[in-house]
T-cell receptor, first 108, second 116 residues
Framework: RKEVEQDPGPFNVPEGATVAFNCTYS??????FFWYRQDCRKEPKLLMS???SGNEDGRFTAQLNRASQYISLLIRDSKLSDSATYLC?????????FGTGTRLTVIP | EAGVTQFPSHSVIEKGQTVTLRCDPI?????LYWYRRVMGKEIKFLLH????????ESGMPNNRFLAERTGGTYSTLKVQPAELEDSGVYFC??????????????FGPGTRLTVL
């Protein structure tokens, strides 16, 4: 069983739309949670950490449900520049475990 | 401040040959990690150095892979002999030493390895 499962998409949404990504993780001992963004043929870059109380950064909102082992990312008012692959990432000890990523394309 | 750098950016070799990948972490980062993404799969952890010591190498696929970090600065990952299934993108990441579970790992641009 994979450590992190997420819907690969693709998600094609118009500019201005709201889009939500979900992922689940298998190991209840996981310690911290992140969303990374990866542009085509580039390295993953941290988008935001995900805290138990939920957190928001501008148009981005992340939620964590430890009981259900579920993480979400909500993007409001999508921009063309949001087009990328969004990676759900879980940390256990010092190591990161990645989902396969969800591909988002924002259409003009 | 310079980010994590990796060399080469691309490498195409034949099955049975040897390839050495290099990673230079962000200056002052004691943690150094190697990850790999093979086609269609998720990025997977290979190993973790703290300074020059291997902290965790549980993700290394087999003994054809050898990682070193002499002097605790840059690291090399050697694949010898390379097999077709070793093709993929090899990422290096680094971070500060610390117990903060939200300590960010910064990734390099990756080395795209193709084994023919």
């Amino acid at each position: 069983r994979k450590e992190v499962e997420q819907d690969p998409g693709p998600f094609n949404v118009p500019e201005g739309a709201t889009v939500a990504f979900n992922c689940t993780y298998s190991n209840s001992a996981s310690q911290s949670f992140f969303w990374y963004r990866q542009d085509c043929r580039k390295e993953p870059k941290l988008l935001m950490s995900v805290y138990s109380s939920g957190n928001e950064d501008g148009r981005f909102t992340a939620q964590l449900n430890r009981a259900s082992q579920y993480i979400s990312l909500l993007i409001r008012d999508s921009k063309l520049s949001d087009s990328a692959t969004y990676l759900c990432v879980v940390r256990k000890a010092n190591n990161l475990f990645f989902g396969t990523g969800t591909r988002l394309t924002v259409i003009p | 401040e310079a980010g994590v750098t990796q060399f080469p950016s691309h490498s195409v070799i034949e099955k049975g040959q040897t390839v050495t990948l290099r990673c230079d972490p962000i200056s002052g980062h004691d943690n150094l990690y190697w990850y790999r993404r093979v086609m269609g799969k998720e990025i997977k952890f290979l190993l973790h150095f703290v300074k020059e010591s291997k902290q965790d190498e549980s993700g290394m696929p087999n003994n054809r892979f050898l990682a070193e970090r002499t002097g605790g600065t840059y690291s090399t990952l050697k694949v010898q002999p390379a097999e077709l299934e070793d093709s993929g993108v090899y990422f290096c990441a680094s971070s500060h030493l610390g117990v903060d579970f939200y300590n960010e790992q910064f990734f390099g641009p990756g080395t795209r390895l193709t084994v023919l």
